[in-house]
């Protein structure tokens, strides 16, 4: 599965959550509202997901190994920073 496009959307007014991000997959499968955090590490990507009523999260999607996270990581981390949206 190649990623074929990344698009950032910058966030304004929030120290860490600096921009979410749309990645296209083979040009039929997109993953929408990956956020882009900044932390005291640097900055880091966190997939979608949905909040439950005990205040628990769970992934919506979510790479299955971490070969295929860095890839993701890097492909989305590389288009923000290319990006005059900092």
Do not use: C, W
């Amino acid at each position: 599965m190649e990623i074929t496009d990344v698009r950032i959307r910058k966030v304004e007014g929030n120290d860490k959550l600096k921009a979410y991000a749309t990645v296209l997959f083979d040009d039929e499968l997109a993953i929408h509202n990956i956020k882009i955090i900044e932390s005291q590490n640097g900055l880091f990507i966190a997939m979608p997901s949905k909040a439950f009523p005990d205040g628990t999260h769970k992934d919506i999607a979510h790479p299955i190994n971490s070969e295929f996270r860095a890839k993701l990581s890097e492909a989305v981390l590389s288009q923000y920073a290319s990006s005059d949206l900092q």
